[in-house]
Each structure stands twice: as C-alpha cells, then as structure tokens.
C-alpha cells in the first residue's frame, strides 16, 4: 500500500528526527569521554576526576537522601489518601479532592517565595527539611490524584468481601487492595523520584551549604565556577543525570505511562 | 469492567475514618502548599525587600505587570516560549506520529525510547549541554562551518535577537518527544474502518488527516497542549544556566523574574505577584483547553 519512496522518505525523517533528539546528548558524552581539560588521558578517568574535584560524590549522596525521603514518604501519604478518596465517602470529599488538584498545576515558583522567607523566620531555612518537605507536598498532589483513580477502579467485591470478614479498613487497604496494586505505585514511585532528583528551584532556594546541594544544584554551582574547559563539567552532567536515565531504561512502560496521564508537573 | 459500574455512583459507604487516611497527606499539602500560597498572595500587596517592615501597597504589584515594560516583557517572552515548546512540538509531533501509525516502520520502539529520552534528563542537564551546543566554538557553529555557512556563525546565547529563539529550540526538543508519543497512543487507538470508509470516499492522505486523525486526537492534542504550555510558562532552570535573562533581558521569563526579584533585588512583593499571576495563568489555561476538548481524556 505504500510506496517504496514514500518508505525511504519516512526513515529519513525518522531518522533526522532520533539524530536532532540525540545530538546535544552525544555532545556531553562525547565531551565527558575526550581529552581531560589539563590535556592529560581521555576516557573514563573524566569521571573519577569529575567526582573528586567536582565534588558528585557528595551532591549525590544529599539527592539520594532527599529523593528516598520524598519518595517513600509522599507514595506512602499518597496511597493512604488516595484511598480514602477511592473508596470512602464523606463530608467535603469534593472540595478536599479539588483543593488537591489545584496542586498538581500550582507552580512551585509561586510558593518557593513566601515558604523561603516563612522557614526562615522558623530558622529552617538551609536544612534537610526545607529541601524534602516542599517537595512531598508538591509529590503529594499528584499522588493522591493518581492512587484515587487505581482505587476507584479497583474491584469492590473483594473488599466487600473483606469487610464481612470483619477485616478493619487499614487491614483492607494493606493487605487487599495495595499488593495488586504494585504496577499504579511502580509508575508514581518512578515518577517521584525523577522530580525529585532533577528539581532545581526548590533546593537553589532553601540550600546555601555546600553540604545540603543537591546534584543538579552542584552542577550548575560547578558550571559558574570551573571555566578551565568543558570535559569535567560534562562528566559531572553525566553523572548528574545517569540514575534516573537507567530507572528510564528498565523502567519505560511507567515513565512515559505516568507522564502522559496528565502528570502537569515537572 | 468493574470501572464502569462503579464509576456511575460515588464510591464506598459513609466513613468517617476517610479524615484519618486523609489528615497526613493534607497536613503537608496545606502547610507546605495551601499556606504558602495564601501568603503569597498577602506578600503580594506590600513592598517588602524581604527584612525590613513591609508598605502595603494595595494592586500597585500586579500594576505594575502591565504598566512596567521589563515585566510585560518577560510575560512577551513566555509567549514567544509557547511558540516553541507547545505550537511546534505539536506541529512536528503531528506530523512524526501520523508516519508511525501509518507506515509499519522497523525500530518503532527504539525510537520512542530515543524520542521520549529527554524528559527525564534533569533540565540542567538539559541546560548545560545546549550552552555547550550554543557555544562560540561549540557544536553548532562546527556544523555549521563544516557545511560552508561560516557566515552564520554567532555566540547564539549572547546574540539579542537569537538568545531568546535559541532558548525555545530547547524547548522544542524537550517536548517534541513526550508530544509524539501522546499523540501516537491516540492514534493507534483509531479503528481501521474509519480509514477504509475515508479511501473509500476518496480521500487522499492530506484529507484523510484532517478528516480522520485530527479529530480522532482531539482529547490528546488537548493534554499535549496543556503540559507543554505549562512547561513553556514555568521555564526556568533553563534560563537560569543558560542565559540568566540575558543578554539584556532578552530572554527574561515570568518564573526568572519571580526568583530574580525576590532573591536578587530585594523587590518581594512584586516577585510574590508575578508568582501569583503565573499561577492564575496557568490555571485558566488548564481548565480553558480541557473544557474545549470535552470529556475525552479521562
């Protein structure tokens, strides 16, 4: 049905199309992979050097921290409220699940103000909390949005069933309707941690010790400060992106199911 | 299914136990969201240099959005962003998807994955890769001067009619991917009948599109639409590596000035109301674009 011409010009596209989207990720590895900036060996000592002189080492340890903080604990919230959403009804459901959705579009340049100078009135301005909470709430919103739709469609029988059996409702949601629902929390859990690690605003804000940076906040810290070439820097945006790329890698049914189903925030 | 019955009523029996599994999800939203918010729009009625007692100064901020032309700009700037992050990506992600639904094409999955590869790259990554890409000896002017067309060559990010269209490229290439393989989920769902019923009218390729694919994604182009938007409207780690704003304020953008003004020049208030009016934005533009694409995204 279609043309052989018609089928060389679509790989063509396609394949301008693949090239465009990988150029500028084949120009930092390719940089990350040259001649070191004092001119000495190519290759993968890039990396170790990124990691001493840059400093990854550490920024990556506080992105570890704060991703696994934010993630366990926002999935946790998110379920418990998605369920109560899903599958209870009570007074000012509506307007509560409406209050929640307003965060899944509410900017956090809007709110990093106001949090900014409140924390600092509380003196928790530069610490783990000021960097982790905010972005709970912010994971939250979609959360609760996204377990309330699994739980809504999950099957009623079964929990009927349960309740008969006189299983209290934390057992319900625990033990009946969390394990089948592992592939829901799978996609939030992916999509939680990769906010939370490429966020950037939130900790250039709250954080001035160099101790409490986060990765993608040391690099562009490195970025103003390292001007004696471009190898080291690039190593460092390798490592700076390299965790979530692989979570991408195994994981890519949940990233793009997630970002697609209406996943408005960044 | 399951859903479809239970979708119809509200689900579950009254419980008063639901505030329970709600409370710790909403103590955190509101302290850390609802709260900040309420106070932002507070902030935003004084002049406050963040120390010293605040002047209130009644709507005098969000006056100033429209009378002050560094701040009209930025908002210029956003739409010019747009342009590049929503109107293209949707143009070329239209075009890219309509092939792939179409043509069997060998590699299908490889090139989603490869497409779809830079939404999870951390935007400074993102960043810092096209200002190497921009650089005066950097990849592009390379290319560039490899092809004979030395004459073009520029410092694209410092270039005051290029910095602010070099800074949209990005954009188109950040969301042209997530944009494709939207449409393509909604694609693949069009029964094959509705084309054959097309051909057997007569229908070539063009009007087979826009009588049959178009209005068959309507409910995608609308999700589309708003995450890119959105995204257009929010740039900021993207400014703030590669351009700060500059050169000038070029390329300044709403969600910059909020951190500039408030972090930068001491001007609180107006920072709170331009994060005030973005979020505003943001919301009519979401409910606008989704009512216009009616019940079909669910």
Known sequence: MISRGERVANYVILSVFAAFALFPIVTILSAALGPADSGGTAGLGNFAAAWEVGRFGTYLRTSLLVS???VVVSVLLSIMSGYAFGTMRFRGQSVLFYLFMLGIMMPSEAVAVPLYFDLRTLGLIDTFWSVALPQVALSVA?????????FRASNRAIVEA??????????????????PARPAVVTLTVLVFMWTWNEFLIPLIMVTSESLRTAPLGLAFFQGQYTSGFTLLAAGSVIVATPVVVFYLFLQRHFVRGLLQGAVRE | MTQ????????????????LYLLPAFAVYAAFLLYPIGRAVQISLYDWDGLSLGRWVGLDNYAAIVADE???????????????????????????????????????????????????????????????VYAPDG????????????????????????????????????????????????????PGELYEAARLDGAGAVREFFAVTLPSVRGEIAVALTLTVIAALRTFDLVY?????????????????????AFGLGQVGSAAAIGVTLTVVIFVISFGINRFADRRIA
Not at chain 1, 142 to 149: C, E, L, Y
Not at chain 2, 4 to 18: K, L
Request: glycine share 12%; no cysteine.
């Open chain 2, 241 to 261: 590596i590669t351009t700060r704003g500059g050169p000038g304020d070029s390329t300044s953008v709403p969600s910059y000035e909020v951190y500039h003004r």
């Open chain 1, 162 to 179: 349960a309740r008969i059996d006189g299983a209290s409702t934390w057992r319900i949601l625990w033990q009946v309707l969390v394990p």
């Open chain 2, 139 to 190: 990849t592009l002017n390379t290319l560039l001067g490899a092809l004979g067309l030395d004459s073009l060559t520029r410092g694209w990010l410092g270039d005051y009619t290029f910095a602010l269209p070099a800074v949209g490229v990005v954009g188109t290439w950040f969301e042209t991917g997530l944009v494709t393989v939207l449409l393509l989920a909604g694609m693949s769902r069009i």
């Open chain 2, 4 to 19: 479809r019955m239970t979708a119809a009523r509200p689900p579950g029996e009254p419980r008063r136990v639901a505030y």
């Open chain 2, 70 to 132: 560094g701040l009209r700009a930025a908002f210029g700037h956003a739409l010019v962003l747009i342009v590049f992050f929503a109107v293209g990506p949707l143009v070329i992600g239209l075009g890219l998807a309509a092939i792939l639904n179409h043509a069997k094409v060998r590699g299908l999955g490889f090139f989603r994955t490869v497409v779809f590869l830079p939404q999870v790259v951390a935007m400074v990554v993102v960043a810092v890769a096209w200002r190497r």
């Open chain 1, 68 to 70: 696994a903080f934010v």
């Open chain 1, 142 to 150: 979609f959360g609760t949005f996204w377990m309330r739709a699994y």
